[in-house]
């Protein structure tokens, strides 16, 4: 992939208005975690992209786990 400077800046900013949606919950605390807080998102050998973003409750680097639907 080649470098864009605004792909980043657009992706964590997606709505313009400084909102981001959450891209997961903390696997420790189940807090969710917004897009703004996304460190680095990868892909690994198998083609599956991972995501590694700061919890905003327990102030660490985690992999975010997808967003549970509480019924």
């Known amino acids: 992939m080649m470098y864009n400077p605004g792909y980043w800046t657009d992706m964590v900013d997606k709505y313009g208005d400084g909102t981001s949606e959450p891209i997961g ?10 897009e703004s807080n996304l460190l680095i998102r990868y892909e690994t050998e198998d083609g599956s992209v991972r995501l590694f973003a700061e919890c ?3 102030e660490i680097p985690v992999h975010p786990e997808p967003k549970r639907i509480q019924q």
């Open 25 to 34: 919950v903390c696997p420790n605390c189940d807090t969710a975690i917004p």
């Open 56 to 58: 905003l409750n327990c």
